[in-house]
């Protein structure tokens, strides 16, 4: 099976309230998944999306072709930074829980990645965009429980 994955992350002001966009595409089939949180980052969007995106994935080695517009993500990846980073428990690296979640979806599945640049006439990273900033514009923004205690709050664990 192969699937096709856009992913597209925003945050209006970084931190602030945030959303993904996901459009999936396997043959005739296609699917579109959108979630806003109140206070978040773009990267973390980013890197969500992904993570969500392929842990909506029912078949375990499946091909998958991720396109994003996120350097952060991609090189990360493609780089293999993120392996470097888990052999040192992530030691000052931002966002280690999206990361684990990450990395622990992604060896089940034969995953690639192509940048695509933001903006630029893709249509359906255009869309992404679209969903991505609906979501974190919308009325039902969900907490980023991690981000929110560890990193806008740390202190918030005193009392």
Not at 83 to 98: I, S
Request: glycine content about 6%.
């Amino acid at each position: 099976m192969s699937i096709i994955i856009y992913t597209d992350g925003s945050a209006k002001g970084n931190p602030g309230n945030g959303g993904y966009g996901i459009v999936m595409i396997s043959g005739i089939h296609r699917r579109e998944l959108l979630q806003g949180f109140r206070l978040t980052t773009n990267n973390r969007m980013e890197l969500l999306a992904v993570i969500v995106a392929l842990e909506s994935i029912k078949n375990k080695n499946s091909v998958i072709t991720i396109y994003s517009d996120s350097k952060y993500v991609i090189d990360s990846v493609e780089k293999k930074w993120v392996f470097g980073w888990e052999n040192k428990n992530f030691n000052k690296k931002k966002n280690p829980d999206l990361w684990i979640r990450f990395l622990k979806i992604y060896r089940k599945q034969k995953v690639s990645f192509i940048w695509v640049k933001g903006h630029a006439n893709n249509k359906e990273n255009e869309r992404c965009d679209v969903l991505a900033v609906q979501a974190a514009d919308s009325n039902n923004l969900h907490i980023d429980t991690w981000y929110e205690n560890n990193v806008a709050n740390p202190d918030s664990s005193l009392f």
